[in-house]
Structure formats: C-alpha cells, structure tokens
C-alpha cells in the first residue's frame, strides 16, 4: 500500500504549489479533481481531453485517482436520476479518453441521492444501471470504475453498498471509514467492504463528525490498515483531511493532521 495526497485538501494552493506539497512531504502521488486552487476544469476536460492530459503528464507526478462529478452538487446531474444517464455517459467516455491519455488508472464518481419521488431502493436500482454502463465505458478504457459511499447519498449503509456491489459486476470502491463512522457503523462493520476497495481516503471521524483530530477519532487506523493489507488491497490510501462546509469539516489544521496520519502509516508499515 502506497499514500497519496488529495488535491482539494490544499484549497489556497495552486496546482503546481500541490505538487510541490506533496513531493515534500515523502508522498509523491496526487488525487485530482474539480475543486478549490489546484483544480482542474471539467469544461476544459470535455472539451479538449487530450490537451488537458499532456498538462496532467507534465506535473511529472503520479496521480493514482481522479473525482468526477458529473453536476455542480451532490444533486445535480446525479446518478440516481434516469434522465440523466444519457448525458452523463456522454461526458464519461470523454473523461475516460482524458484518464487514458494522462495515465491515471482509477476514477471515482458518487452513487447518487434520493430523489424527489424514490426510496433508498428505487435509487439504487436506478444508480446500478446507470453505473454499469460506466463500467463498462471505463473496462474499455481501461479505466477502473469506483463510487464512494457518503453522507446524503442513498448508499449510507455497508448493506447496501453490498447490495449495489452485486447488481453491478466490475464496479469497485473507493473507501472512505469516515462516512459510515460519522453515520454511527462500527468499524468492523465497514471491514466487509475493504475486498472491494480500489482506491481508499484517510481521516479521522467519530459518531456525528466525518473529520476530527487524529486524538479525538475513532477509527482505528491500525486495524484499518491491516484489514485493507488482508484483503488483497495494495493501492493507494489517499489523505483527505479537508477544509469545507461539507459537514462542518472547517476546524481542523489540514497540514498537521495529514502529517499525523502519514507518519501513523509509515510507523505501522515498519511492524
């Protein structure tokens, strides 16, 4: 297992400036997505796919996984809409191109909410078919498809991540402890869904809190570690300590608690 860093944990800096973080800091690896200071443009990605990728190649560092979100909210344009399908299957086949071409072998996309009308089952059902046909896209790409169960999704429960995981054959996850913590799942609960984990985010969360100081959490990241180790996984544990109104996450010093937890992984790995 390697670490990564994610590139919306550093909202004031610059691209570059991102890079440069996470090369001094021993990472050497950077998730990007579409947000704050070194965000890369969704419009500029649909539009020239190629162009934006020799810009990615040329950061000259790995970048293990990209977020796509398909709307501007958690909402908008989600997945558990069936009108929406069409469209954003158009811009997925654009954005696997972009992977392709710029090396980045994982994506993750959010399963989608409840929408006006739906149940938690009635989303799913809509959600897994719309995400089999990214799958698909991306199997053709050689892109690996994942999603990321989170809060105010519909997929708020391991059961239901199972659920979905069955209906959809190929789709992988990117794991975040911190969603189903927050929602009041013991951790070995959770542990069930590590063999499935394709990419995996790092922080610290409690009961009523998604990201809390790594002494005031409580998830045990050992245990975590080893589970992930268990279960075959050997990708990358992207830290994803945040500064945003996202779930009050706007208290707690990005740099320091990211620092903590890189230096909890090393000192695990040496055992």
């Known amino acids: 297992m390697k670490l990564s860093l994610t590139s919306w944990s550093l909202r004031a800096c610059s691209l570059q400036e991102a890079v440069g973080l996470a090369n001094v800091l021993g990472i050497g690896a950077l998730d990007l997505g579409y947000f704050y200071g070194p965000a890369l443009s969704r419009d500029t990605i649909l539009e020239d796919p190629d162009g934006e990728a020799h810009r990615v190649r040329d950061l000259g560092i790995s970048v293990p996984c990209f977020y796509h979100l398909f709307g501007d909210s958690l909402s908008g344009r989600n997945m558990a809409d069936r009108s929406q399908h069409s469209g954003n299957w158009a811009d997925f086949r654009v954005i696997c191109r972009f992977m392709k071409a710029a090396g980045i072998p994982t994506v993750f996309v959010l399963p989608g909410v409840v929408n006006p009308g739906q149940s938690r089952q009635d989303a799913l059902a809509v959600s897994a078919d719309g995400l089999a046909e990214l799958v698909k896209i991306g199997g053709g790409a050689g892109v690996t498809v994942t999603i990321e169960p989170h809060v105010h999704s519909y997929l708020e429960s391991p059961s239901l991540v199972l659920e979905l995981l069955d209906r959809v054959?190929?789709?992988?996850?990117?794991?975040?402890?911190?969603?189903?913590?927050?929602?009041?799942?013991?951790?070995?609960?959770?542990?069930?869904?590590?063999?499935?984990?394709?990419?995996?985010?790092?922080?610290?969360?409690?009961?009523?809190?998604?990201?809390?100081?790594?002494?005031?959490?409580?998830?045990?990241?050992?245990?975590?570690?080893?589970?992930?180790?268990d279960a075959g996984f050997d990708g990358y544990l992207a830290l994803e300590y945040v500064h945003q109104d996202y779930m009050d996450t706007l208290y707690d010093d990005v740099l320091t608690e990211t620092i903590g937890l890189r230096d909890k992984f090393r000192a695990w790995s040496k055992g």
């Open 169 to 229: 054959p190929g789709l992988k996850l990117t794991l975040d402890y911190a969603h189903f913590a927050c929602l009041g799942y013991r951790q070995e609960e959770v542990d069930v869904l590590a063999p499935h984990a394709a990419h995996v985010h790092l922080r610290q969360a409690r009961p009523g809190a998604l990201q809390t100081k790594g002494a005031e959490g409580t998830i045990n990241m050992e245990a975590q570690f080893a589970t992930l180790r």
